[in-house]
């Protein structure tokens, strides 16, 4: 008997600093065209903010193999178990460029900036009839935090007979609850949309088989089916949208569930010589609730994007 096991511990800390959010607007100015930022008291246009995320992952687990061979027959039994907990905190603060309103103009309110951000932010303008970075708390609760309990036992079969035929196949239960224990959220971004009434299921059985032909000792057929399921991240759970620097655009969050896949896959390979190989294959994959990204263009040419369960009904 063949005994393994394993536990980790793995902790990362993932924080942004300093990020600034703002509009670039334009106007015309006979031929030429001016570009300028404003601050609006009204509005949270104009903002600067910190992100703090933090993830704790505990990992462990047991497996048991035995072989029985019998003359032409070889077979190997293997059971296991699989276990991971899992907590994460994000952490977020925004604050928001203000302008003095006991200033004698027009429109109190609003301020347009001309010229670089780097002259108004340099500290001469940090005083009475000047701007100022409001500091109160925006959000709902102080931060977003998130539990995951998983566990699976699983039990596989390899039986081969000569070199002609192989079949590897298993069965994995797997138990998944997810906890939301706190939540941020910006009840005044109209951008913001929650669904309710998503149950993830908390028992997922997944099957699996693949089946292997040798009709010669340097052709393989393959004919292969399992079914797996993939889960939401904790990043992808959060109430606040952030800033996606890659797709260019604020990413929003929506309720989700896991997503569950078949795979259906067919496969032949041919060895002709040491170290070569032609593979030709065909595949199927069918995924119930797909986590997908969705979004529109405002008026404006700013980015939103979501995520969520793009199949299921709202």
Known sequence: MEINWFAARTGVSSDTKDYTLHKNLYSFVGSEILSYYEVNNSSSDFARGYIASKETDYNYGASFKWNFDRQNFKNDIKIGYAGASKTNTNQQQKFLLRVDESRAVPNPKILHMYGALADWFDGSHYAPGGIGWETRPLFVDGKYEGEVEQHAMYVMFDNRWKNKFRLVWGLRAEYFQYDLISQQMDSKDSRNFTRYGLDDKPWQWMPS?????????????????????????????????????????????????SSV???????????????????AGLYYKNIDNPIEREGFISSEGNLYLYNGNSKMPN
Request: glycine share 6%; aromatic share 20%.
């Open 209 to 257: 088989a693949n089946f292997t032909y040798s009709p010669t000792n340097k052709i393989n057929l393959r004919l292969a089916y399992n079914k797996t399921v993939i889960r939401p991240q904790f990043n992808e759970r959060t109430g606040l949208p952030y800033f996606d620097p890659v797709a260019n655009g604020q990413i929003f969050n929506t309720e989700m569930v």
């Open 261 to 279: 896949v078949n795979n259906y896959d067919f496969k032949f390979e041919w060895f002709p010589g040491l170290g070569e190989i032609f593979s």
